[in-house]
């Protein structure tokens, strides 16, 4: 890793377009090496997921906020996320009666600029797949399972691309495995 | 202020880091069973404080000995860090929130080497910590 001489933790404005195209090469390497847009759905959650364990440690640096009390307040902490690292503002609709499930809805999109998929992938690959990982991954560093995936997209012919997150359980502070 | 050592455990107990500036008295055992016993000393800690809190906040902070004072920050994701300090140091929760932010989150979650819940053996780490702590206003 190189020496940074810079100390000071900077959030370096990066252009989305360099960030966009990245994203799809890696989706078409992806395509390429699968065949099959279930794999691929399924490898891009598992990037996000690595992703989000680490991006979550930056965001708690950067924000200074505590635990989440409870999903409306994690609700307003991913807006914010979704503002600094995409500088997009989703918003927040479609609670669930019981208060344990919320839509993000996006009018805008910096992954999918420039993109449209072809007919052979419209119905199974989803494009933005390693979204839904990268929140999956930080929730749980905090303590919370989730359940993320994607209700509408815009690439699929949809009026607007809409995440439904889902709140599974929270989890609690293991206690160590004594050695007697 | 004086600094004696440090020790960053994850939540899962894993001693992730240590690192010693002043340390006189020497503990009679092994590294890591002085790990353990300092993670389940924090733990009983906490779980103390929230069964005795009259209110919600019942967030554990620090201890004071006659002789030293321990320094207890908790992240929102489960990273413990415990600083021994003299007994008047006071900023030490700046100091510990800023040691995160500037060199836990730069030379470990932004290296890909470091994998969480293993011991960081990042060496750039830890010249970079010893140097936060030196350069620290009140560390003589």
């Known amino acids: ?180 | 202020m004086v600094v004696y050592n440090i020790y960053i455990f994850d939540n899962h107990g894993t001693f992730l880091f240590y690192s010693e500036y002043k340390r006189v008295k020497k503990a009679e055992m092994s590294h890591s069973e002085e790990g353990k016993l300092m993670y389940g000393l924090l733990y009983s800690l906490k779980s103390m404080c929230q069964k005795l809190s009259s209110n919600d906040s019942s967030a554990f902070n620090c201890y004071r000995t006659n002789k030293y004072k321990l320094n207890y920050m908790e992240t929102p994701s489960g990273l413990w860090f415990a600083l021994n300090t003299d007994v008047n140091a006071n900023g030490v929760k700046e100091l510990l929130q800023s040691l995160y932010q500037q060199v836990y989150v730069e030379f470990v979650v932004k290296n890909p080497e470091c994998e969480r819940g293993k011991p960081i053996e990042s060496a750039l780490f830890k010249h970079e910590v010893d140097e936060f702590i030196r350069r620290s206003p009140q560390f003589r």
């Open chain 1, 1 to 180: 890793m190189s020496r940074q001489t810079n100390k000071l933790a900077d959030s370096k404005k990066v252009n989305n377009e360099l960030f966009t195209l990245t994203y799809g090469a890696l989706v078409a390497q992806m395509l390429k090496d699968h065949e099959n847009c279930e794999e691929v759905n399924k490898q891009l959650e598992r990037m996000g997921y690595s992703i989000g364990q680490r991006l979550i440690e930056d965001f708690l640096a950067r924000t200074n906020c505590a635990r989440c009390a409870d999903l409306r307040d994690t609700a307003d902490k991913i807006q914010s996320a979704f503002k600094m690292y995409l500088t997009m503002s989703p918003s927040i609709t479609n609670w669930s009666t019981s208060g344990d499930e919320f839509s993000l809805v996006f009018d805008s999109n910096p992954l999918t600029e420039f993109v449209e998929l072809p007919d052979s992938y419209s119905t199974m690959l989803k494009y933005c797949s390693i979204i839904p990982g990268i929140i999956r991954g930080a929730l749980e560093m905090v303590q919370m399972e989730v359940m993320c995936w994607f209700v509408q997209d815009t690439l699929r012919g949809d009026p607007s691309t809409e995440l439904r997150i889902r709140m599974v359980k929270k989890m609690e502070d293991a206690i160590p495995v004594g050695e007697n």
